[in-house]
């Protein structure tokens, strides 16, 4: 058994082999860990009622098309609540990939921003009106572009609108 030097000086027993003593270990599910941080949070679930009121509900998939962003918490906590699927697309996919994963996944409803990093969804997004699974699209701004989805020059929800 692996042995250090402890800090009083003593030789301890590794805590990866024995773990701690103290404190007492609780006994929590991802469902308690979930439901705590909904109370303690109670804006993370703002865009459940905005999904609901879309026809979001349970088994429906909502799909998430973003970089890193915060927003990510809160449309991952309001699909737990409403029971949907939170599904993620890869930002970096090509216009035909991301078509195609869109439709094979039938999303219904996505967020997304225009632009992100490099990329621009607009004609790819503009593809997309019409298709029967999709009820919305959710844009979200983008730091290269705050404007773009609040100038009311595209036909798409903007994120605060279903907070």
Not at 14 to 43: Q, Y
Not at 143 to 155: C, V
Request: charged share 15%.
């Amino acid at each position: 058994m692996a042995q250090r030097e402890g800090i009083s000086g003593r030789e301890s027993q590794l805590s990866i082999i024995t773990g701690p003593k103290t404190p007492e270990l609780v006994d929590l599910t991802f469902n308690h860990v979930l439901h705590n941080a909904c109370l303690n949070h109670p804006n993370r679930l703002a865009p459940a009622g905005g999904l609901h009121s879309l026809g979001v509900g349970k088994g429906d998939r909502v799909g998430v098309l973003l970089g890193n962003r915060s927003e990510y918490v809160e449309i991952m906590f309001a699909c737990f609540k409403l029971g949907a699927y939170f599904t993620l697309f890869n930002y970096a996919y090509s216009s035909s990939e991301l078509i195609n994963a869109l439709n094979v996944t039938a999303p219904k409803v996505p967020f997304t921003a225009l632009t992100i990093s490099r990329y621009d969804y607009t004609a790819v997004l503009g593809k997309l009106q019409g298709a029967a699974y999709l009820k919305d699209i959710i844009i979200l701004d983008d730091a290269s572009n705050p404007s773009a989805s609040e100038a009311g020059l595209y036909p798409f929800l903007a994120y605060h609108d279903v907070q």
